[in-house]
């Protein structure tokens, strides 16, 4: 009866896969010595016997103790785990960066660099957090991935292996036998892989937690698209990817959300960047959000309560790139969102990237910070000195004096971004909440936040409703949109 890690108690735990509660799904793991394998805490089988049982904070864990995965429950298919955002210790931050490929394309030297740390203290802190070292954390997530393309896709094996990251087809067979237990032939011959549509275009099904509120999703898309960058109709939200390999073009479709994933087609100018594009889509749409505990939290708030019973599942906005973020949001200060649209869409027309999109959905990339940086004062109206911040953080993004990314504490985050010409608080908080999905900023001083309190009679000066501050912006930001719309 053992846990490995800190995290986890085996009580909690224990009680969870007793009732099969799939709340806890991507949470932690649990291994079965008697069976050898692991699974999710919903796992229809029976349950195991007490002494038989430890549970693992990942799925890494699990493997590097010897188990490998169960083929009933496919534990590695369920949602991320929602601690990666709800926490900014070292293993969550580290966490973040792998899932965006940090490991693949840097190795453990740069996911270390990004964290601050040397690559053996962070082997250390993450081996005693989270049950396994980053290089076996990464394997775990390339693994999982490489299920998810061998069950959902007619894609060749050799490109799979390629697409999630592995060095060589005999890393990738060798891996896929240790954690499944299974060749890939065999782990296909039990799917439905979906045929082929001959366009390079490449669809997959991203799993989430419900309750998942798609009214907001699809008004915030729709509202905030930059034509040429991004095109919304209704459930269906198409944009271009800025990813390490190329430019991208995503499309998700949220009328597939009642069967529990978000339905997404990618297209990318390099395979490699798969796994990178799944997770800044994951991130944006917050699909790895334990909605069910943000909604009974605040609910019991009898001021949130209606607003949560109308809303339920509400979505944190994350971001696909750090820069494009900080840019479009200092674009938009003190504007309304059309007018930020409009002059967002003119500095994608005049200075982004072709992208082809045959379906003509989208056609421009956002532009780079060098662009931004170098001619953007040809092209942004408006005030100088907002013009002169504007160019003034692209630069320092440019040449490298600013890093944004989802390793930073969210404390280091709005330090850095404070530290702009331009950006004050109500700025920094934002653009830090939506980088990091933090779950916990409260922005007391929007006007429309504060407009939604005022309504309900809500008292914001302080945050008692932590760790979920950043949900009830939302709810608030979501009511006072919804009435003044309804006027």
Same mark, same amino acid.
């Given at each position: 009866?053992?846990?490995?890690?800190?995290?986890?108690?085996?009580?909690?735990?224990?009680?969870?896969?007793?009732?099969?509660?799939?709340?806890?799904?991507?949470?932690?793991?649990?291994?079965?010595?008697?069976? #050898?394998?692991?699974?999710?805490?919903?796992?229809?089988?029976?349950?195991?016997?007490?002494?038989?049982?430890?549970?693992?904070?990942? %799925? &890494?864990?699990?493997?590097?103790? #010897?188990?490998?995965?169960?083929?009933?429950? /496919?534990?590695?298919?369920?949602?991320?785990?929602? +601690?990666?955002?709800?926490?900014?210790?070292?293993?969550?931050?580290?966490? +973040?960066?792998?899932?965006? #490929? &940090?490991?693949?394309?840097?190795g453990v030297t740069g996911l270390?660099?990004?964290?601050?740390?040397?690559?053996?203290?962070? !082997?250390?802190?993450? !081996?005693?957090?989270? #049950?396994? @070292?980053p290089l076996?954390?990464?394997?775990?997530? =390339?693994?999982?991935? &490489?299920?998810? /393309?061998?069950?959902g896709t007619a894609m060749p094996f050799s490109d799979i292996a390629f697409a999630a990251g592995f060095t060589s087809i005999r890393q990738f067979n060798d891996t896929i036998r240790e954690v499944f237990a299974r060749t890939p032939s065999q782990l296909r011959s039990g799917g439905r892989a979906a045929p082929s549509n001959g366009t390079g275009e490449l669809t997959l099904r991203l799993a989430l937690r419900g309750p998942y509120d798609t009214g907001w999703v699809r008004w915030f898309l729709a509202a905030h698209a930059v034509p040429g960058l991004e095109h919304a109709d209704g459930d269906r939200y198409t944009r271009v990817l800025n990813l390490p390999g190329g430019n991208g073009i995503a499309t998700v479709d949220l009328g597939s959300v009642p069967d529990g994933y978000v339905r997404t087609t /990618?297209?990318?100018?390099?395979?490699?960047?798969?796994?990178?594009?799944?997770?800044?889509?994951?991130?944006?749409?917050? /699909?790895?959000?334990?909605?069910? %505990?943000?909604?009974?939290?605040?609910?019991?708030?009898?001021?949130?309560?209606?607003?949560? &019973?109308? !809303?339920?599942?509400? $979505?944190?906005?994350?971001?696909?790139?750090?820069?494009?973020?900080?840019?479009?949001?200092?674009? @938009?200060?003190?504007?309304?969102?059309?007018?930020?649209?409009?002059?967002?869409?003119?500095?994608?027309?005049?200075?982004?990237?072709?992208?082809?999109?045959?379906?003509? $959905?989208?056609?421009?990339?956002?532009?780079?910070?060098?662009?931004?940086?170098? =001619?953007?004062?040809?092209?942004? !109206?408006?005030?100088?000195?907002?013009?002169?911040?504007?160019?003034?953080?692209?630069?320092?993004?440019a040449e490298g004096r600013l890093h944004l990314h989802a390793g930073l504490t969210r404390a280091d985050a709005r330090a850095e971004l404070l530290r702009l010409k331009g950006v004050g608080p109500w700025t920094a908080d934002y653009v830090a909440m939506r980088l990091l999905a933090d779950p916990d900023t409260l922005l007391a001083s929007d006007l429309v936040v504060a407009k939604g309190a005022e309504r309900i009679g809500l008292d914001i000066a302080a945050n008692r409703w932590s760790p979920w501050g950043s949900y009830v912006s939302l709810h608030l930001w979501n009511h006072a949109l919804t009435t003044d719309r309804r006027k």
């Open positions: 009866m053992t846990t490995s890690s800190p995290h986890l108690d085996f009580d909690r735990c224990y009680r969870a896969i007793a009732a099969r509660d799939a709340r806890f799904d991507g949470q932690f793991f649990t291994a079965v010595a008697s069976t #050898g394998i692991y699974c999710r805490p919903s796992c229809p089988a029976t349950t195991p016997r007490a002494e038989n049982v430890s549970f693992h904070v990942t %799925a &890494a864990a699990a493997q590097a103790a #010897g188990y490998r995965a169960c083929r009933r429950c /496919l534990p590695d298919a369920v949602p991320g785990s929602p +601690r990666w955002n709800l926490e900014s210790d070292l293993a969550a931050r580290a966490m +973040r960066l792998i899932a965006d #490929g &940090a490991v693949d394309r840097s270390a660099e990004r964290l601050g740390y040397s690559p053996r203290q962070l !082997t250390r802190v993450l !081996t005693a957090e989270l #049950g396994a @070292g076996a954390l990464a394997r775990a997530h =390339r693994a999982a991935t &490489a299920r998810m /393309l061998i069950l /990618l297209s990318l100018a390099s395979m490699s960047d798969l796994s990178a594009a799944v997770a800044r889509l994951r991130h944006l749409l917050d /699909l790895d959000a334990d909605p069910l %505990a943000i909604d009974e939290a605040l609910a019991a708030d009898p001021h949130l309560a209606p607003l949560v &019973a109308g !809303t339920p599942g509400i $979505r944190l906005f994350g971001c696909v790139d750090p820069a494009e973020l900080l840019l479009r949001t200092m674009i @938009g200060q003190q504007i309304s969102i059309a007018a930020a649209a409009t002059h967002q869409a003119r500095l994608v027309a005049a200075l982004g990237d072709e992208v082809s999109d045959p379906a003509g $959905r989208v056609s421009r990339a956002f532009p780079t910070p060098a662009a931004v940086a170098e =001619r953007g004062g040809e092209v942004l !109206t408006g005030p100088r000195s907002r013009i002169a911040a504007i160019r003034g953080a692209a630069a320092e993004l």
